[in-house]
């Protein structure tokens, strides 16, 4: 049922920093995750790791990490966190402004 429901989407990620210090956002995506994302339950956001997730998605990419920024319809979601254990990576994501 996972398989079924993952679509690939645009990642975007953070890379050099800008005047201030702070990592910008690539301007044009820098490749394809394939993912099945779904809104976070109230467990989750009750763990302090997972506390600003918004969703919560499984992909087999294991390559993902926290400078990825899913570009998912009209939403840009970061992703906060990344659990790799097992046959699936499961990944935390807010959304960003």
Do not use: W
């Not at 997730?53 to 920024?69: E, F, G, M, P, Q």
């Amino acid at each position: 049922m996972i398989s079924t429901n993952m679509r690939s989407y645009d990642y975007f990620t953070y890379g050099a920093p800008n005047a201030y210090g702070q990592p910008q956002l690539s301007k044009e995506p820098k490749g394809k995750v394939k993912l099945s994302i779904y809104t976070t339950s109230q467990s989750v956001q009750e763990n302090i790791n997972y506390s600003s997730a918004n969703y919560i998605a499984l992909t087999h990419d294991k390559n993902i990490n926290d400078s990825y920024v899913i570009q998912y319809g009209e939403e840009r979601l970061k992703v906060l966190y990344t659990n790799k254990q097992g046959r699936f990576v499961q990944v935390f994501l807010a959304k960003v402004n």
